[in-house]
């Protein structure tokens, strides 16, 4: 059975969780200065160091554009570059103005209405990335979480002070004489890991489960997150544990969602995920 496209309805849930190990040292910075350094390294509520859900995805995406410019037509999936004349952003601006004026000429913009104009819009219109990885107007299918460390005292124990260059915000040279410091979680002999979870909802067979294979793909082959990517810190990497890389769990059909809902089982049964990406 094909997968009708959008959020309403919950047909399958998949998800993956896996460990990333680090591999080169990581910046994430949390923004603000404190006593011992310019620009500390980003922590949770209870002082564990994390890889924000929202710099993984970032780097992901990222990472997946810069594939598909060169191959995507090659593999079957289309991705719009953020300067094309025609780019999703563009589409959805242009959507949504549209929208808006019948709204006000017919008073019919109930939400309901809406949301389903929205969804066949994104359905028709959107990359295939921006579907599964949602734009401006559609909202994402996949949902990646905060990475916290596997062990926290030993992530803790990894982070180091860096000095950088100072950098002049008007000309954007570096400043001569300033002083910068950041920090850093270095891994440097040490393994250290963080535990990935990425949920993916109502996954097509077709462009959602190749474009996921090839993110999984990436992660096992090791991306760059966080700040000075282009310098080579922050590179990530899926860890293969007990001859697998992540373990899959959810429901693949409705059908098995409500077998499981009336039996009072777990909605989360371990279930097959096919890694293969067909050209
Ligand atoms: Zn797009």
């Given at each position: 059975m094909s997968i009708p496209f959008?959020?309403?309805?919950?047909?399958n849930r998949y998800c993956f969780e896996g460990k990333l190990e680090l591999v080169t040292a990581l910046r994430i910075s949390s923004g603000r200065a404190s006593d011992e350094t310019d620009a500390p390294f980003i922590r949770a509520f209870d002082g564990a160091p994390y890889i924000p859900g929202s710099s993984l995805r970032g780097a992901i995406r990222s990472e997946v554009e810069r594939v598909l410019a060169s191959m995507g037509k090659e593999v079957g999936l289309i991705s719009c570059t953020?300067?094309?004349?025609?780019?999703c952003a563009e589409k959805a601006r242009k959507f949504l103005q549209k929208i808006e004026t019948e709204k006000v000429k017919?008073?019919?913009?109930s939400n309901k209405q809406k949301n389903e104009l929205t969804a066949e819009f994104a359905k028709l219109e959107l990359c295939d990335v921006c579907k599964l990885l949602g734009s401006t107007v559609y909202a994402s299918r996949l949902v990646i979480e905060d990475a916290l460390p596997v062990d926290v005292a030993i992530a803790r124990n990894h982070i180091r002070i860096r000095d950088g260059v100072g950098i002049d915000?008007?000309?954007g040279s570096a400043k001569d004489g300033a002083k910068f410091d950041y920090e850093v979680i270095d891994p440097i002999n040490s393994s250290i890991t963080f535990l990935f979870k990425m949920t993916a909802e109502n996954?097509?067979?077709?462009s959602d489960r190749k474009l996921i294979n090839l993110i999984l793909g990436l992660l096992k082959h090791g991306l760059h997150v966080g700040g000075k990517r282009t310098g080579g810190l922050g590179k990530i990497k899926l860890k293969e544990t007990d001859n697998a890389f992540y373990k899959v769990s959810g429901f693949e059909n409705s059908t098995s969602l409500w077998k499981a809902i009336v039996n009072g089982e777990k909605i989360h049964n371990s279930i097959e995920w096919q890694e293969v990406i067909k050209c």
């Open positions: 959008g959020h309403q309805q919950l047909h953020l300067f094309e004349k025609d780019a017919k008073d019919a913009g915000r008007d000309t996954v097509t067979d077709d």
